[in-house]
T-cell receptor
Framework: AQTVTQSQPEMSVQEAETVTLSCTYDTSESDYYLFWYKQPPSRQMILVIRQEAYKQQNATENRFSVNFQKAAKSFSLKISDSQLGDAAMYFCAYRSLNYGGSQGNLIFGKGTKLSVKP | NAGVMQNPRHLVRRRGQEARLRCSPMKGHSHVYWYRQLPEEGLKFMVYLQKENIIDESGMPKERFSAEFPKEGPSILRIQQVVRGDSAAYFC?????????????FGNGTRLTVT
């Protein structure tokens, strides 16, 4: 079974600085998707960025980028020029490409709580 | 285009009562997923439904929990005879079809408190 591990329960960053959130996962599959979701206090789950495992190029969305190391099964999120609105819980998630009954089943890590200091 | 709508936002039930959580997927989405989030935890998959069919319920407790997604109307997650351990945030997500690389769209969740 696949697992997702986020080893940093809490992180803190100064406004305008850069922070990296760690995520590792375990799988025997070769094709899959990885996601980072943001959950602010409003509780809404907001997609931040996604990565297809077959793509070597790291995904980028404005100030958010990932460092995807497939061999190491690592998928870290880098937030550049941090803003106060970035403060939230961040969840790393894995989804199999297995087109069986488990498709769509996102496996989440326990999350990292990010604080942004003004 | 309204997103995934969940109601109620907050639900309080006494032990032994029934809880009904509703989810209306995004327009055009026929696949619905339910997740549960315990305090200080990530979301855990419960069940995956298409219209009138349960595709995968491997994450659903065997007793007291049931889910449906009828041809008309919202998806319902039903918890019978609630216990304190059922207190959690329950999230619904939807997708237009087989997810592929399309992200799931989540609702804002229903926080269930069992007193």
């Amino acid at each position: 079974a696949q697992t997702v591990t986020q080893s940093q329960p809490e992180m803190s960053v100064q406004e305008a600085e850069t922070v990296t959130l760690s995520c590792t996962y375990d799988t025997s599959e070769s094709d899959y998707y990885l996601f980072w979701y943001k959950q602010p206090p409003s509780r809404q789950m907001i997609l931040v960025i996604r990565q297809e495992a077959y793509k070597q190029q790291n995904a980028t969305e404005n100030r958010f980028s990932v460092n995807f190391q497939k061999a190491a099964k690592s998928f870290s999120l880098k937030i550049s020029d941090s803003q106060l609105g970035d403060a939230a819980m961040y969840f790393c998630a894995y989804r199999s490409l297995n087109y069986g009954g488990s498709q769509g089943n996102l496996i989440f890590g326990k999350g990292t709580k990010l604080s942004v200091k003004p | 285009n309204a997103g995934v709508m969940q109601n109620p936002r907050h639900l309080v039930r006494r032990r032994g009562q029934e809880a009904r959580l509703r989810c209306s997927p995004m327009k055009g989405h026929s696949h619905v997923y339910w997740y549960r989030q315990l305090p200080e935890e990530g979301l855990k998959f419960m069940v995956y439904l298409q219209k009138e069919n349960i595709i995968d319920e491997s994450g659903m407790p065997k007793e007291r929990f049931s889910a449906e997604f009828p041809k008309e109307g919202p998806s319902i997650l039903r918890i019978q005879q609630v216990v304190r351990g059922d207190s959690a945030a329950y999230f619904c997500a939807s997708s237009p079809g087989v997810p592929g690389n399309s992200p799931l769209h989540f609702g804002n969740g229903t926080r269930l408190t069992v007193t």
